[in-house]
């Protein structure tokens, strides 16, 4: 039995094991689907074990799956980094950042130049996505560093180093003057899944016996605030980041929903430059929580 580990079969596995679905694997690899299961079934007969639990409806990770993944996702972040280092490029160092939407209109602008002032050398390579997604994109070893919500799923502590940011208020948004119409179900304005809040909100609302109907979803913030400000329906937010022209909802008839807890997740061990991110996050978290003022002018 083989027991060298080839990059590409391992890449593949980390594909599949985020997507959970040679479908979905195959088509973000640019592969067919036969080249996904083939290179999976060569992996298995090198480790001589299964690694992959399938039905015609799903892909799970065996016990021996689980275990190979973090190695999978440590050797294949070193190999990265080894091409990186290996360039001709000593002054610069390049990390791949995810961000959550909601930070993108408020603070990401501010914290990107505070950034660049204090690692000038560094070459970020942003994404922004719902928090679901950037999770996802970290476990795949897409992602070096994220700032997101943590999801209500506990994180890998061996594989993956989180640290808590800061806790905000979740709250139920609408544009000025919005009401809720009697006896007619609560229009709700949404990400669609995966979306930490919208499962928060539905939860809660659920739990209160409320009926709801969705009005609008977006995948981007810009979405949700047009939505919101048409007056199609009320969305939940966090306080420090409620996009300009909304506000909170003064109304008895919605439940309270719970805080939620922004962290900031890198792989373990992390790359120096994401380490490096992940510190001016910390130094810098109470300026991710203060709310801009009032009327003050959005990103172009």
């Known amino acids: 039995m083989s027991t060298e580990l080839s990059q590409r079969h391992l890449r593949t596995f980390i ?20 080249a996904v299961s083939s290179q999976i079934r060569q992996l298995e007969a090198t480790v001589d074990m299964p ?20 190695y999978a996702q440590r050797i294949t972040a070193t190999m990265d980094e080894a091409i990186l280092s290996a360039r001709d490029l000593p002054q610069r160092e390049r990390v791949r950042f995810g961000v959550s939407e909601d930070f ?15 690692l000038p050398n560094l070459e970020v ?3 922004v996505e719902l928090s679901a997604t950037l999770h996802r994109q970290l476990r795949a070893g897409e992602l070096d560093i994220i700032l ?18 800061f806790t905000d208020a979740l709250a139920w948004v609408a544009r000025p003057g919005f009401g809720l119409e009697e006896e007619e179900p609560i229009p709700l304005v949404l990400y669609p899944r995966p979306s930490v ?27 949700l605030r047009a939505a919101v400000l048409g007056g199609l329906g009320i969305m939940p937010f966090a306080k420090s980041l409620i996009p300009e022209g909304a506000v909170v909802m003064d109304e008895p008839r919605l439940p309270g929903l719970p805080d939620l807890t922004f962290v900031v997740v890198t792989r373990n061990p992390s790359t120096r430059a994401a380490a490096a991110v992940a510190s001016v996050l910390q130094r810098h978290s109470p300026e991710l929580r203060t709310r801009r003022p009032e009327g003050a002018a959005e990103p172009g």
Do not use: N, Y
């Open 125 to 127: 390579v942003l994404s």
């Open 51 to 70: 690694l992959l639990s399938r039905d015609t409806h799903s892909v799970e990770l065996t016990p021996a799956g689980e275990r190979l993944l973090s």
């Open 15 to 34: 594909a599949v094991s985020s997507e959970e679905s040679f479908t979905r694997a195959a088509r973000r690899l640019g592969m067919s689907q036969s």
């Open 148 to 165: 997101a919500m943590r999801p209500p799923a506990s994180v890998d502590s061996v594989s993956f180093a989180s640290s808590e940011l």
């Open 197 to 223: 809040t919208r499962e928060i909100a539905l939860d809660v609302l659920e739990r209160h016996g409320h009926r709801f109907a969705t009005a609008a979803t977006s995948t981007s913030l810009a979405g």
């Open 104 to 118: 993108a209109f408020t603070h990401l602008p501010d914290f990107l130049e505070r950034l660049r002032s204090e």
